[in-house]
């Protein structure tokens, strides 16, 4: 379990551009930290559960977000803000990557492991 809390990954994005990886990490590490639960609706989470979730997700966000969002002392709401401003890009990166899919073709790369690469990345 230590070996989580010192696993960093990369902030949110102002632009949004690592939305969908960065919830993924937050969740995650929320969970780990028996925390998940302050992100969710109707939560009965202690004022102390709610601060220390507050302090990671502020964190771990871009300054630009972070000064946006100065006023927010709730994880919740702050959740919720951060999901109301990115969640479109769901619909944005979907159809992207479908498309990137059906245009993928092995003859349009040098290796196989590059072919793998950007294979993964369109998984993801």
């Known amino acids: 379990l230590a070996n989580i809390e010192n696993q960093k990954f ?3 994005d ?6 969908l990886s ?9 969970s780990a930290k028996k ?9 009965a989470a202690s004022n102390e559960e709610r601060v ?8 771990d966000i ?3 977000l972070k000064y946006e ?16 401003r990115f969640e479109h890009l769901k619909a944005v990166v ?7 899919w059906a245009q993928l073709r092995i003859q349009d790369f040098k290796a196989v492991s590059e072919y793998n690469s950007t294979l993964f990345k369109i998984v993801s």
Do not use: M
């Open 62 to 64: 871009d300054d630009g």
């Open 10 to 12: 990369i902030a949110l």
């Open 94 to 100: 979907l159809p992207k990557a479908l498309n990137d």
């Open 22 to 30: 960065w919830i993924l990490d937050v969740k995650l590490h929320l």
């Open 69 to 84: 969002y100065l006023t927010v002392e709730n994880p919740l709401e702050l959740w919720q803000n951060l999901n109301d």
């Open 14 to 19: 102002i632009s949004g551009k690592n939305y």
């Open 52 to 59: 220390t979730a507050l302090i990671f997700l502020r964190h």
């Open 35 to 43: 925390l998940r639960h302050t992100i969710d609706e109707d939560n």
